[in-house]
């Protein structure tokens, strides 16, 4: 069964997917129509032919420059740093986000050999006026993960970026909405503390 | 964003996979190189095109008669019923069993249309000598699932078979193997007791 066995290690390599996993899927493949799963493999090749990553924000998209990027309503004093491409879908689906975006395609993480250089953060000086152009960015938004790769990363971008004149903001830690504070861990709860507000 | 939109709802299709599940799964293919992905996609159009129903047990098969049927090595006069070909996969892995099988393709199920013309049963009939050829067949192991419906099934098929003179078992029930006593179902035990052997 040289097909089946491929198809189920294949799926097996996705994230979250094991090898039992995998071969339930590859059977619930076979059992729809030829039809049905060819499309699952077609989207799949549209997917790694056509989509690139935007060469000024570094988004995942169809078209270079991305949609968000092109968007002349979204204003371009304000970027907002991500890490990665589904961080940016996170915050749109919020509605509450008009201004551009910049995604680092990671975080800091020197054990596992990621330093500024594997980052995408030339080009985000660049978008800040380093080497001559814009200069028209007014606040920088750090929203990397509230990890310590994503907290570190956020303090390296701070100090690079601070020097320009540009106000460099952070997401606010605090407790999770719909959330308990019984079960809320230790630092979350600091983090509230710290950075409560006037009611 | 079409083509990753796409995706992600082809993948949203596969049974587990919910909507944030197949998102991350549609990134994590864009992060591979292309080379990867696209091997996905080749071995789910290769099952696709390559893989049929077994025309003898209707086990999945790139060759007809499937592997197991063509082995020599396998007894003739044991037939083992199971409702999907993962179960062939089960009962082989425990390397206890060196008999045929046959695949019905699901359970009788009249709620959803499945009843005993949409299962692979004449197909079974003619293997136990039915229409002329065989009838060399002694036993008859119905591996249903333990469910409601594989039971009907079992019972269902026992009373068709019999009359041909065909040895009919059924997989014994009882306590699953490094189960708890104390978390078992009621039915169960009730199985284990009515089944129970002599040390």
Same sequence: chains 1, 2.
């Avoid at 990665?84 to 050999?113: C, F, K, M, N, W």
């Avoid at 001559?132 to 790769?149: M, R």
């Avoid at 106000?167 to 709860?189: H, K, M, N, Q, S």
Wanted: overall charge negative; proline content about 5%.
């Amino acid at each position: 069964m040289g097909a089946i066995d491929d198809l189920t290690t294949e799926l097996a390599r996705l994230p979250g997917i094991g090898r039992k996993t995998a071969l339930r899927l590859t059977y619930f493949l076979l059992k729809r129509t030829p039809e049905e799963s060819r499309r699952l493999a077609r989207a799949i090749e549209t997917v790694v032919e056509r989509v690139r990553e935007c060469s000024r924000c570094g988004n995942l998209t169809e078209s270079d420059p991305c949609g968000l990027c092109q968007d002349q309503r979204r204003d371009p004093r304000i970027i907002c740093v991500v890490e990665d491409p589904a961080d940016i879908g996170a915050i749109e689906r919020t509605g509450e986000y008009r201004g551009q975006y910049h995604v680092l395609g990671g975080h800091l993480s020197p054990l596992d050999g990621v330093g500024p250089d594997e980052l995408n953060i030339d080009a985000l000086l660049r978008r800040l006026g380093g080497s001559g152009g814009g200069g028209q960015v007014d606040e920088l938004i750090i929203a990397t993960n509230p990890s310590v790769e994503g907290e570190a990363t956020a303090l390296y971008l701070q100090k690079l970026v601070r020097p320009q004149g540009v106000r460099v903001t952070r997401l606010a830690r605090g407790l999770p909405v719909g959330g308990d504070l019984e079960y809320a861990d230790g630092v979350t709860i600091a983090e509230a503390l710290s950075g409560r507000r006037e009611l």
